[in-house]
């Protein structure tokens, strides 16, 4: 796929993924240098030409994690960065979900997205541990969430 082409692809994946969260809240956290973003939400928002590149799932019961992690670059918005990243999300009845991440995207963009399904009505307790490229510290993210599927 030509680079214009893939940078077109993941401006539109990350339009997608994060105007959603205008609605509520943009979800963010800084560390030293690095600031992560996240979110999460049902894959049945992605238009489907952009869940197939991807080969998520599109459904009302799946979830998309989507995280990535800027470096701070003085005059700039920040530049992305690769990181090691795991995730995990716990119920209300105290199950452990494990989220198999996955890294989508290059230099003009890197996300880190894993999918997960979910019930009606469910509330999940998300754990995101991050470990940017070239940073010694690993860094804790905790959020929670509720997911309607009907």
């Known amino acids: 796929m030509p680079k214009k082409l893939r940078l077109l692809w993941l401006a539109t994946l990350a339009a997608a993924v994060f105007l ?3 609605a509520s ?5 800084t560390f030293g240098d690095f600031t992560v973003y996240y979110s999460a939400l049902s894959t049945d928002f992605l238009q489907p030409a952009i869940a197939r590149s991807y080969g ?5 019961s799946r979830i998309l994690l989507n995280v990535s992690v800027l470096k701070k670059v003085l005059g700039t918005t920040g530049h992305p960065v690769t990181a090691e990243i795991t995730a995990r999300a716990t119920n209300l009845n105290n199950q ?3 989220i198999d991440m996955r890294k989508a995207g290059d230099s003009g963009g890197i996300y880190y997205l894993g999918e997960l399904k979910v019930e009606n009505g469910e509330i999940l307790y998300f754990t995101i541990s991050v470990t940017p490229e070239g940073a010694s510290q690993t860094h804790t993210i905790e959020f929670q969430q509720q997911f309607f599927t009907d």
Do not use: G, H, N, V
Not at 25 to 29: G, L, T, Y
Not at 56 to 60: A, H, L, N, P, Q
């Open 20 to 22: 959603p969260l205008t």
């Open 25 to 29: 809240a943009d979800r963010s956290e």
């Open 56 to 60: 998520i799932t599109r459904s009302k």
């Open 96 to 98: 452990l979900k494990t």
